[in-house]
T-cell receptor
Framework: EDQVTQSPEALRLQEGESSSLNCSYT??????LFWYRQDPGKGPEFLFT???AGEEKEKERLKATLTKKESFLHITAPKPEDSATYLCAVQGNFNKFYFGSGTKLNVKP | EPEVTQTPSHQVTQMGQEVILRCVPISNHLYFYWYRQILGQKVEFLVS????????KSEIFDDQFSVERPDGSNFTLKIRSTKLEDSAMYFC?????????????FGEGSRLTVL
């Protein structure tokens, strides 16, 4: 069964304290792994797509990487405005996406 | 920047009533989706829609649910007889890519409260 697990569930960082979020997955025929940011009461906002192991994408303080079994979202020198829930999703053989439970990031000034 | 728009932003209804949630996907997108998120839980897939028919649906999407694209722009989710457990945030999403691959673009959601 296709499955996505994210860790940790919650992460508290001081401003400037770099860290990584993990997304491990099992899926039949990975068509893509996606990272989203979700603010409270809002829809998920697209961040990155990764298609194959070894691929990396960067955007400002965020960098996403992909292996055959997991993906990491690295946050370098985070700021309070990076506080949000970060969601990982995978698309397998069929036309649906499976989401993880998310990591709730809180960056304190 | 083009965006997915959803209405209403919040709807309160009595158990057993019919509800229609509306979405306007991004205009050149081909695949449309409904997802739901119960408070504090995962975003869950409900249904995907392509070429005026359902492409995939989950176990959640039972006979109480239906989707429709009545014209060239709107995409609707109907819940025929709402239950307490239908209370959730419902998100519409779309993607431009053929084959349904690629990132989803989500609307801001419609919060449904069933009393």
């Amino acid at each position: 069964e296709d499955q996505v697990t994210q860790s940790p569930e919650a992460l508290r960082l001081q401003e400037g304290e770099s860290s990584s979020l993990n997304c491990s997955y099992t899926v039949s025929g990975l068509r893509g792994l996606f990272w989203y940011r979700q603010d409270p009461g809002k829809g998920p906002e697209f961040l990155f797509t990764l298609y194959s192991a070894g691929e990396e994408k960067e955007k400002e303080r965020l960098k996403a990487t992909l292996t055959k079994k997991e993906s990491f979202l690295h946050i370098t020198a985070p700021k309070p405005e990076d506080s949000a829930t970060y969601l990982c999703a995978v698309q397998g053989n069929f036309n649906k996406f499976y989401f993880g439970s998310g990591t709730k990031l809180n960056v304190k000034p | 920047e083009p965006e997915v728009t959803q209405t209403p932003s919040h709807q309160v209804t009595q158990m057993g009533q019919e509800v229609i949630l509306r979405c306007v996907p991004i205009s050149n997108h081909l695949y449309f989706y409904w997802y739901r998120q119960i408070l504090g839980q995962k975003v869950e897939f409900l249904v995907s829609f392509y070429n005026n028919e359902i492409s995939e649906k989950s176990e959640i999407f039972d006979d109480q649910f239906s989707v429709e694209r009545p014209d060239g722009s709107n995409f609707t989710l109907k819940i025929r007889s709402t239950k307490l457990e239908d209370s959730a945030m419902y998100f519409c999403a779309s993607t431009p890519r053929t084959g349904g691959s690629g990132e989803l673009f989500f609307g801001e959601g419609s919060r449904l409260t069933v009393l």
